[in-house]
């Protein structure tokens, strides 16, 4: 008998990764090309098609596509669509009818965020939980919200945009045009501002100050921090102090049992969470203290947004059945 298998898409502003992933969770092979952000979804997928179809071939002996998942930036899974995403010239494009165009099979879509929430609650850290929340903490901040086992899409399924709240009115600028966003503080870009404005005001050493704003990266913030640099350990503090102030504020609107961190910037590990969770027990509402803990992430790192884009699918055949 045949293995099921699902295809996983997910579209970066840099790559576009794939893989086919079976019900277990299982990545049986995968594979990305550039995306090439400044052409059409069209020439992206017409590019992928015949990619993904030499990929099916060297396992489609022993397996069965089953459906198609996609995790994209600004993906409304109501319409099928990918709606002005800020890394891609895409304007309002619907991908799922693009989709179809290939493969005939149940398609969805959701932004990159959802689609790791859902990975996590079939594959992941989130497996037998039915109220968490995800934080994906890469060049921004994602957030994908469950309730009752349900992911919240809202009234036009861009609910749980929890990195465009706002920390402080009058601070940093954020891509989307609004000041003092959360990911302007909280993800792998805003550790890099942080660091930058603390070397500006001190005199403190630190073995990041040669290096300037556009090579710096948060990986190298880590390693600093790891050796002790002060600069390095204090930008780590400030982000989690932030993170967990506005963290507090969204456990009390759904109530979590676990808030899960995904992305580059939570495999710091302690050096994100202990912070992190310091000010969000000091900042929540005395009814959830010491209820809710702080993880990591359960998918594995090198194909974990392809598992992602393919629970989605997964989760809509279950749903199904």
Request: net charge neutral.
């Amino acid at each position: 008998m045949k293995t099921e298998v699902t295809l996983g898409i997910d579209v970066g502003g840099t790559n576009t990764a794939f893989g086919f992933v079976d019900i277990n969770g299982k990545c049986i092979t995968d594979s990305s090309i550039p995306t090439k952000a400044n052409s059409s979804a069209a020439d992206l997928f017409a590019r992928l098609n015949p990619e993904i179809d030499n990929l099916y071939k060297t396992i489609s002996d022993n397996a069965i596509l089953k459906g198609v998942g996609i995790g994209a930036p600004n993906a409304n899974y109501y319409h099928g669509t990918v709606e002005n995403p800020p890394n891609l010239r895409w304007g309002t494009v619907n991908i799922i009818e693009i989709i179809r165009q290939y493969y005939d099979v149940p398609a969805a879509i959701t932004n990159d965020a959802n689609a790791s929430a859902i990975g996590e609650m079939l594959f992941g850290a989130a497996k037998g939980i039915k109220h968490f929340i995800v934080i994906t903490l890469g060049t921004g901040l994602g957030s994908g919200v469950v309730v009752d086992g349900k992911l919240v899409y809202g009234s036009d399924g861009f609910a749980g945009e929890i990195g465009h709240t706002v920390f402080d009115p009058n601070g940093r600028l954020c891509g989307c045009g609004k000041k003092g966003c959360l990911e302007t503080y909280a993800s792998a870009t805003g550790i890099r501002r942080t660091v930058m404005e603390l070397l500006a005001n001190s005199n403190q050493y630190s073995s990041l100050r040669s290096i300037s704003f556009n090579d710096l990266d948060s990986k190298m913030i880590f390693e600093a921090a790891k050796a002790g640099d002060k600069i390095a350990l204090e930008a780590f503090n400030f982000t989690g102090r932030v993170l967990g102030q506005k963290l507090a504020d969204a456990i009390a609107v759904t109530s979590p049992e676990v808030i899960i961190l995904f992305g580059g910037l939570a495999l710091a590990g302690d050096l994100i969470i202990k912070p992190t969770k310091i000010s969000m027990e000091e900042n929540l509402f005395h009814v959830f203290r010491n209820k809710v803990k702080i993880l990591q992430s359960g998918l594995p790192e090198g194909n974990s947004a392809v598992l992602g884009a393919s629970a989605l699918i997964w989760n809509e055949i279950i749903k199904a059945k």
